[in-house]
Every structure is written in structure tokens, then in C-alpha cells.
């Protein structure tokens, strides 16, 4: 099969024929469509990040959706034919999507939407899961809170806001006055992070209370700035990206709570790949009532093209998420 194949860290993605992967108990295999691409995946391939332990060569790719052609012994609830998607590989041992075919845990994949296109599917999985793990499983948002998401027009913010409506919670949302549109048009109630301090949006919105729920897509100083957002008390502060070192004192002056997300765990480590799937099923039942839906960069990029697309992913011009078509 054809694959984009990672040989050196720092140098691009070489198309390449390899070995179709072999079903193994509790796998399927897929023939992958499309493969979504992440910021993550552009930082495996320059070999700035060592959380992801990835061994070369490799194929990259988080993200996938496609269709499923094989089910290996003890596996139940799939069947040749089906459609799917999930966040099956690309870090650690696990071929990632960046392939033909893929060799996938079946308790890491769903089925996919009848409403979405393979594209629209393969763009979600990482961002829908980690953006549940934050809002519903760590902080268990609600209807009757206050949740701000930082960067709510990006891949992983977009989804924040979806999830958080979807929850009955009130969403607000940082962005560039370019991006304000984006977060109202997602029904989210938009604040202009040049335009305002944390104190002044705090005290508009919140009558300076604090927000019940802060959800940090960007780190750094956006994280020091949701120590000092989030509600005395009761609130809590979640972030994907708790790189740096940092200033606990404000959270801790308002006795909130903090908690990080670590998506990769399970392709990691094995352990909660069950828990993968079933969000990916969550994520699937909100598109199909209309709750949920991604916003996708309009250019198309091939297997061929996967420099390309990282390329894009990396200038920050990409529009939405950035997928590549693979079948």
C-alpha cells in the first residue's frame, strides 16, 4: 500500500509502498479517506515532541476516517463495509492514517455520521476528544454555567464551544477581531482578547465574579490569564496545553481547582481506548441532532501532498481544519 512515511525527524514525509497491515484480535482494518491533521502531527515530524514517543520510520497521522475492510477475531459491533472514524495512531508504535490501509483498535473507533463527509469526519476525532475530556469529564460543565474557552475559533476551540452549548452552559470565547464572526457564528458570546484586559471582560460578563469554567486551547500566558478568570470557589480551570511553568498563586487565591488533559494516554499506554470510543459515539450522536459540526480549511491535498498541508497547518493560514484525502 501507499504510505507518507517519516524517515528522519526534521525532513519531509516520503511517499513510499509498504506492507498492508495484517488484522490482529480486537483490530480492524481500515481503508482510510481521509486523514485530518493537527498541530501535533506537525510537531512529530520535527521531532519537538517527546510526549509522543514516536519510533522511526513511521506514518504519521492522528486522525482518520474511512471504511472498515476486515474485522480480526473478538471484535463485535463492526463489520466490513461500515463506515468510521476515531483517533486510532500515529504516536508511540501505532501507525497513524497517513496510509491506505490501517490496522485499527476497534474500541477506538465509532461509526461515522451518515451526514458527514469522510473529510468532515476526519476532522474531528483529537479535538472532539480532547475538548470532552476538558469540559465533560474533567470540569462536568452544565446548563446554568459560565464557560469561556480561550482560542474559540481554533480546531480545538470550535469544538469547545460546540460541546459547551450542546451542555446547556453558556459559552464565551476569545479571539482575534478577524476570528469574532467565527465564535458568534458558533453561538458563542465573543471577546476580543486585543480590545479588553482580563479584568475588564471578567467584570462585563461575569460582574466580576469569574467564569464557572476556563478552557485553555493556547498555554503559556493565556493559561496564567485563566488562573485569574476563573470563579472564586467553585470555579475550575482546564488546559490542553500546560507546558511552561507558572504562577499557581491566582487559582489558589480564589480557591479554584485546576486539571490538564493529556489525549494521547490511551494510544500510549492501552489503558481507557474504551473511553475513546465512546466519546467518538458522543460526538457522533451531537452531529446527528445538529449540535455539532467542524469547520474545515476548503483546500484539498492529496497523499502526495502532505508537505503541503503540514505547511499549512504550520503558517497559520489554514482556515478551519486542515484534512488530507487519502482514498
Not at 3 to 18: M, Q, S, T
Not at 59 to 68: Q, R
Not at 146 to 154: D, E, T, Y
Request: aromatic letters at 6%; zero cysteines.
Amino acid at each position: 500500500m501507499r504510505a507518507a512515511v517519516l524517515r528522519e525527524f526534521g525532513a519531509p514525509l516520503v511517499l513510499a509502498e509498504i506492507d498492508k497491515p495484517d488484522v490482529g484480535p480486537g483490530q480492524v482494518v481500515v481503508k482510510v479517506e481521509a486523514s485530518g491533521v493537527n498541530p501535533l502531527d506537525t510537531k512529530i515530524r520535527a521531532g519537538k515532541a517527546a510526549h509522543a514517543r514516536r519510533t522511526l520510520p513511521a506514518v504519521l497521522g492522528l486522525d482518520l476516517a474511512g471504511v472498515v475492510e476486515e474485522v480480526g477475531p473478538g471484535v463485535h459491533g463492526f463489520a466490513p463495509g461500515d463506515e468510521v472514524f476515531g483517533m486510532t495512531g500515529g504516536v508511540g508504535d501505532v501507525q497513524g492514517s497517513l496510509a491506505e490501509f490501517a490496522a485499527v483498535d476497534a474500541r477506538l473507533l465509532a461509526r461515522k455520521p451518515a451526514s458527514l463527509t469522510a473529510r468532515e469526519a476526519a476532522a474531528l476525532p483529537l479535538v472532539v476528544i480532547t475538548a470532552w475530556e476538558g469540559l465533560v469529564d474533567r470540569a462536568q460543565i452544565h446548563a446554568g454555567q459560565r464557560v469561556l474557552i480561550h482560542g474559540g475559533a481554533g480546531g480545538l476551540g470550535h469544538v469547545a464551544v460546540q460541546i459547551t452549548r450542546a451542555s446547556g452552559a453558556e459559552a464565551f470565547a476569545t479571539a482575534s477581531p478577524p476570528r469574532l464572526e467565527v465564535v458568534e457564528r458558533l453561538g458563542a458570546i465573543p471577546i476580543d482578547y486585543t480590545a479588553a484586559t482580563v479584568d475588564e471582560y471578567v467584570a462585563k460578563h461575569t460582574g466580576g465574579e469569574g467564569f464557572d469554567v476556563v478552557f485553555d486551547t493556547v498555554g503559556g500566558s493565556v493559561l496564567d490569564a485563566s488562573f485569574t478568570a476563573v470563579r472564586t470557589y467553585t470555579g475550575h480551570v482546564v488546559s490542553a496545553l500546560g507546558w511552561g511553568t507558572h504562577n499557581l498563586a491566582p487559582l489558589s487565591f480564589r480557591g479554584a481547582t485546576y486539571s490538564g488533559v493529556f489525549t494521547l494516554l490511551p494510544l500510549l499506554t492501552g489503558r481507557g481506548r474504551e473511553h475513546h470510543g465512546e466519546i467518538m459515539r458522543e460526538a457522533a450522536a451531537l452531529v446527528d441532532v445538529g449540535a455539532l459540526k467542524p469547520l474545515l480549511d476548503p483546500r484539498h491535498f492529496t497523499l502526495a501532498e502532505v508537505a503541503a498541508a503540514h505547511a499549512a497547518v504550520e503558517s497559520g493560514t489554514a482556515q478551519g481544519k486542515v484534512v488530507i484525502d487519502i482514498g
